[in-house]
């Protein structure tokens, strides 16, 4: 079973920036290479949405509202992947969750398509 644990969240003003992290365990790292990982964010009272994703190629998408600000990548030694966030505005607080998907066809941000959560992380971005 995989299990996923985000970090890095916190406070931070509105400018500023913040790297989360995900990090996966109870998978080999040879298959693990091959899932897609996406990032999300919720407000309370408010439907999951997608920031972005990467997919086992590396290639990635972005939610219009994060793009050129936020950026994805992954440690190709371990099974972490980050989420580097830059230019953070208020409307940017949220909790952030990572995700895994084994069926990686690309980088999509379909709530539904993902298998494995984390706990999620909280990002507050003060004006």
């Known amino acids: 079973q995989v299990q996923l644990v985000e970090s890095g969240g916190g406070s931070v003003q509105a400018g500023g920036s913040l790297r989360l992290s995900c990090a996966a365990s109870?998978?080999?790292?040879?298959?693990?290479?091959?899932?897609?990982v996406g990032w999300f964010r919720q407000i309370p009272g408010k439907e999951r949405e997608g920031v972005g994703a990467?997919?086992?190629?590396?290639?990635?998408s972005y939610t219009d509202s994060v793009k050129g600000r936020f950026t994805i990548s992954k440690d190709n030694a371990k099974n972490i992947h980050y989420l580097q966030m830059n230019s953070l505005k208020p409307e940017d607080t949220a909790v952030y969750y990572c995700?895994?998907?084994?069926?990686?066809?690309?980088?999509?941000?379909?709530?539904?398509?993902?298998?494995?959560w984390g706990q999620g992380t909280q990002v507050t971005v003060s004006s």
């Open positions: 995700a895994a998907r084994r069926a990686c066809f690309g980088p999509s941000t379909e709530v539904y398509e993902y298998n494995y």
């Open positions: 990467i997919d086992y190629a590396g290639r990635t």
């Open positions: 109870g998978i080999s790292y040879g298959t693990y290479l091959g899932y897609c």
